[in-house]
């Protein structure tokens, strides 16, 4: 991204040179493994990745909040007394809620003219919902001054405003991620109680590489929610059993001895998937502080399979996607990563082989679904930041 052509942007639409604008970052992510088991208190493995969210951002002269976007057509100027209101479906939602977070702490708001851009794809399941509200919090944190809150804070009030003004009943992991993303490192993550290590991604001779179906899907109107709503189904029966409160409370053995508990099959399914899901997180952490590369491969398959086959995610086009990719010799994992329903793969491949998959994999995934699948090489970045340098 040149921040100079950005700032540039950013004059035409508010004018104003001599005062310069501060710009922000926040990463994308990308879960290497363990899917939908964050909403359910259990484990995550996401690292932040190089793409994701620029936001200029600077005081204005009234009480207006103005934003805009170079991704989106759509702009708008708002009132501070009237960002309790959602403006229809519109992107400026996520920001809009993040400042409703901080009118609801208390915090005294002024206006400002923000400005954001971000190369995340959208609606690819990289979460630039997350990198949006995470770039927005934290500005706002240094632009009011707000010294008491803390990174783990804006995460917290980042789902907060994803599940209360969006609609959206994620997890925390992708504002977890977001925010606390370090270079080189993935985070193994318990959504339950929040605790969390770095573990060193060290891929030798391996890359990640992200493909994205191109099969647009928006996470409001997906079957996410009911996925979410048969997870609290399947701890009303479990429940009769053992005291619980979520899924993740349980290990994958517990659940095994007790599955019967849930009369209904569907319902036992999806209760199947996040507890095995659960312990393929745990499998993989003990992968790469080993250094078993295949292995971890090997999990993320088996991931694969259980998101289509139990919690029924996935869909032709992720399917087709990694089918291709698990053909090559030199792929050793192939996934759907995000909540599903469209959006992206993660694979790892030898580096030797990255032209090959790209070539093959683009081929075949196009003669069969007749999208044009975009791929990217995933370095695994630091979380969201000011930006101080090109400006």
Known sequence: MNITTLTTRFFELYGNPEEKPRCFFAPGRVNL?????????????????QYGTYLLIRPSADQVIRL?????AFSTEIPIAEITKKVGNQ??????????????????????DMLYSGDIPNSAGLSSSASIEMATAYALTVMLN??????????????????????????????????????????????????????????????LIIANTNKQRGLAD????????????AVTYLSLQTPISRLGELSFMQFYKMQDTIPDELIRRR????????????NAVACL??????????????????????????????????AAAQKINGVVGARMTGAGFGGCTVNLVRENTVELFIEQVGREYQEKTGFKADFYLAEVSDGVREITSSL
Not at 222 to 233: D, G, H, I, P, T
Not at 304 to 309: K, M, T
Request: charged letters at 20%; proline letters at 1%.
């Open 33 to 49: 493994i363990g899917e939908h088991t964050d909403y359910n208190g259990g484990f995550v493995l996401p690292c932040a990745l």
């Open 68 to 72: 805009s976007s170079t991704n989106m």
């Open 91 to 112: 992107w400026v939602n996520y920001p809009l809620g993040i400042f409703n977070q901080f009118r609801e702490l208390n915090i005294s708001l002024t206006g400002f």
């Open 146 to 207: 707000a010294t008491e809150l803390e990174m783990i804070d804006l995460v917290k009030l980042s789902q907060r405003a994803e599940n209360e003004f969006i609609g959206v009943n994620c997890g925390i992991m992708d504002m977890f991620a977001v925010g606390m993303g370090k270079k080189d490192y993935a985070i193994f993550l318990n959504c339950n109680t929040l605790e969390y290590k770095r573990v060193s991604l060290v891929l030798n001779g391996f890359r």
């Open 222 to 233: 997906s079957k996410y929610n009911e996925r979410v709503a048969e997870c609290q189904l």
């Open 271 to 282: 209760a199947r998937h996040v507890l095995s899901e659960n312990q393929r997180v745990l």
């Open 289 to 322: 502080h080993k250094g078993d590369i295949g292995q971890f491969g090997a999990l993320m398959n088996a991931s694969h399979e259980s998101l289509r086959d139990n919690y029924e995610v996935t869909g032709f086009e992720l399917d087709t996607l990694v």
